[in-house]
Protein backbone atom coordinates (compact mmCIF):
# COMPACT_ATOMS: atom_id res chain seq x y z
CA UNK A 1 0.00 0.00 0.00
CA UNK A 2 1.44 3.59 -0.88
CA UNK A 3 0.89 6.41 1.14
CA UNK A 4 0.70 10.30 0.27
CA UNK A 5 0.80 13.38 3.04
CA UNK A 6 -2.26 14.66 3.73
CA UNK A 7 -3.40 17.42 6.26
CA UNK A 8 -5.45 16.86 8.95
CA UNK A 9 -6.80 19.21 11.29
CA UNK A 10 -5.96 19.27 15.18
CA UNK A 11 -9.17 18.93 17.26
CA UNK A 12 -7.69 21.15 20.25
CA UNK A 13 -6.73 23.90 18.82
CA UNK A 14 -8.06 23.65 15.13
CA UNK A 15 -4.81 24.11 13.25
CA UNK A 16 -3.66 22.47 10.53
CA UNK A 17 -1.03 19.86 10.60
CA UNK A 18 0.62 17.17 7.81
CA UNK A 19 0.33 14.00 8.61
CA UNK A 20 3.08 12.42 6.13
CA UNK A 21 3.36 9.04 4.26
CA UNK A 22 6.04 7.82 6.37
CA UNK A 23 3.94 8.60 9.93
CA UNK A 24 0.72 7.03 7.92
CA UNK A 25 3.11 3.81 7.24
CA UNK A 26 4.42 4.18 10.77
CA UNK A 27 1.23 3.91 12.13
CA UNK A 28 -0.19 1.09 9.68
CA UNK A 29 2.91 -1.10 11.03
CA UNK A 30 1.36 -0.28 14.84
CA UNK A 31 -1.54 -1.69 13.72
CA UNK A 32 -3.34 1.80 14.30
CA UNK A 33 -6.78 2.42 12.74
CA UNK A 34 -7.57 5.95 13.50
CA UNK A 35 -5.82 8.82 12.07
CA UNK A 36 -4.45 11.74 14.92
CA UNK A 37 -6.61 14.06 15.76
CA UNK A 38 -4.29 16.48 17.64
CA UNK A 39 -1.30 18.00 16.09
CA UNK A 40 2.38 16.88 17.47
CA UNK A 41 2.66 20.19 19.39
CA UNK A 42 -1.35 19.24 20.84
CA UNK A 43 -0.18 15.95 21.32
CA UNK A 44 3.42 16.62 23.17
CA UNK A 45 1.54 19.37 25.61
CA UNK A 46 -1.04 16.81 26.53
CA UNK A 47 1.76 14.40 27.23
CA UNK A 48 3.57 16.92 29.43
CA UNK A 49 0.50 17.73 31.44
CA UNK A 50 -0.18 13.45 32.19
CA UNK A 51 3.29 13.39 33.36
CA UNK A 52 3.43 16.73 35.41
CA UNK A 53 0.52 15.62 37.46
CA UNK A 54 2.44 16.55 40.44
CA UNK A 55 4.46 14.88 43.47
CA UNK A 56 2.87 12.56 45.07
CA UNK A 57 2.37 12.64 49.15
CA UNK A 58 4.84 10.85 50.97
CA UNK A 59 4.67 9.36 54.50
CA UNK A 60 6.73 8.41 56.76
CA UNK A 61 6.63 4.76 58.33
CA UNK A 62 8.89 2.20 60.04
CA UNK A 63 9.33 -1.35 58.21
CA UNK A 64 7.61 -4.08 59.58
CA UNK A 65 10.53 -6.45 58.63
CA UNK A 66 13.85 -4.72 59.33
CA UNK A 67 12.96 -1.58 61.43
CA UNK A 68 14.15 1.09 59.21
CA UNK A 69 12.47 4.28 58.55
CA UNK A 70 11.52 4.70 55.19
CA UNK A 71 8.49 6.71 53.05
CA UNK A 72 5.31 5.21 51.13
CA UNK A 73 3.37 6.88 48.51
CA UNK A 74 -0.19 5.96 50.31
CA UNK A 75 -1.24 6.58 53.92
CA UNK A 76 -0.09 3.51 56.40
CA UNK A 77 -3.46 2.00 57.99
CA UNK A 78 -3.04 0.28 61.72
CA UNK A 79 -4.07 -3.09 60.29
CA UNK A 80 -1.20 -3.82 58.08
CA UNK A 81 2.10 -4.17 57.92
CA UNK A 82 4.28 -1.78 55.75
CA UNK A 83 7.73 -2.82 54.42
CA UNK A 84 10.44 -0.54 53.06
CA UNK A 85 11.47 -1.15 49.35
CA UNK A 86 14.19 -3.72 49.84
CA UNK A 87 11.95 -5.82 52.06
CA UNK A 88 9.23 -5.64 50.30
CA UNK A 89 10.89 -7.13 46.85
CA UNK A 90 12.12 -10.04 49.12
CA UNK A 91 9.12 -11.00 50.60
CA UNK A 92 7.15 -10.23 46.88
CA UNK A 93 10.10 -12.86 45.60
CA UNK A 94 9.44 -15.20 47.74
CA UNK A 95 5.97 -16.09 47.40
Do not use: W
Request: charged letters at 35%; proline letters at 6%; one cysteine or more.
Amino acid sequence: MTFTDRTLTCKECGAEFAFTASEQEFYAEKGFVNDPARCPECRSARKRQRNNRGEREMHPVICAECGCETEIPFKPTDDRPVYCQDCFQKIRNNQ
